[in-house]
């Protein structure tokens, strides 16, 4: 099995909106990501700035219909689908969410939490082997941003993405600002679950923005909704988690509002700064 091989430096999510801007000098960028449903296709447009862009950079595909904890087998069609992507792309890393988004053949175009459970472990499990085994390639699997939790949950979430990775050899990607999302819609100390997590199983992390609003019972609640910069409580855990883990590919994710190339290039550059800053002080 492949293990994921990103490149140790800042990273930006494809928009098709800024080929040009790329394309018309090399970036100072350690990776590209797609998400994979956006290339299932067999060609076009999409393939063909993509394949342009494979020619000179590192690729992350990641997924967001997979269905990682869904009840039921995954889909086969999908699963054919997402083998052929990554054959023909060969990328250093594919990844997933810890979430369930279809059932019974409908897709609800969500990732939905799941209750962390002896039964849910199993089936998580089973459908990461049964990737890993398809795609011969180390799944990354992603902490989810939750908005509840499940009265049923008998495991902690660090503790059953720990123990994903001894039942499978999965890699985790590490959402820190799903971290801070989760901590405060839950009332929880960021840091402290972030001293409970594998860390020394994450091969990738992801940086993006949130918004604010106030829920029914007058509480803030935050939002995933990767549409503004990275906020300064992201930046300061992302330091902190470098300086416990060393370097690690970082992806800026801006899916909203997307911006214009200058902005989310000067997201990486803020980036790369903090893990050229950590590995300055490691050398030391």
Sequence with gaps: MKPASLPPRAGVGFKPEHFSAIDQAPQP????????????????????????????????????????????????????????????????????????????????????????????????????????????????????ATYLTFTESTIEETDFLAELVRLTGCGLLLDVNNVFVAATNHNLDPRAYLASFPLAAVRE???????????????????????????DPVWTLYEEVLERTGPIASLIEWDNDVPDWPVLLSQAAAANARLDATARRRAA
């Design 29 to 144: 960028l350690g990776f590209f990501e797609v998400h994979a449903e956006n290339y299932m296709g067999a060609g076009g447009p999409p393939h063909a700035k993509l394949t342009r862009l494979r020619q000179d950079y590192a690729l992350s595909i990641h997924g967001v219909g997979l269905s990682i904890g869904a009840m039921q087998p995954l889909d086969r069609d999908h699963l054919a689908r997402l083998k052929s992507l990554c054959d023909r792309y060969e990328p250093e890393s594919f990844s997933e969410h810890l979430a369930w988004s279809s059932h019974g053949g409908v897709f609800l175009n969500d990732l939905l939490p799941l209750p962390y459970t002896e039964a849910t472990l199993a089936r998580v499990a089973e459908h990461i082997d049964t990737v890993q085994d398809l795609l011969k390639q180390q799944m990354l699997l992603e902490n989810p």
């Design 205 to 231: 992390i992801h940086l993006s923005g949130h918004s604010e609003t106030i829920d029914d019972a007058g509480a803030l609640l935050l939002i995933d909704s990767h549409d503004t910069p990275v906020k």
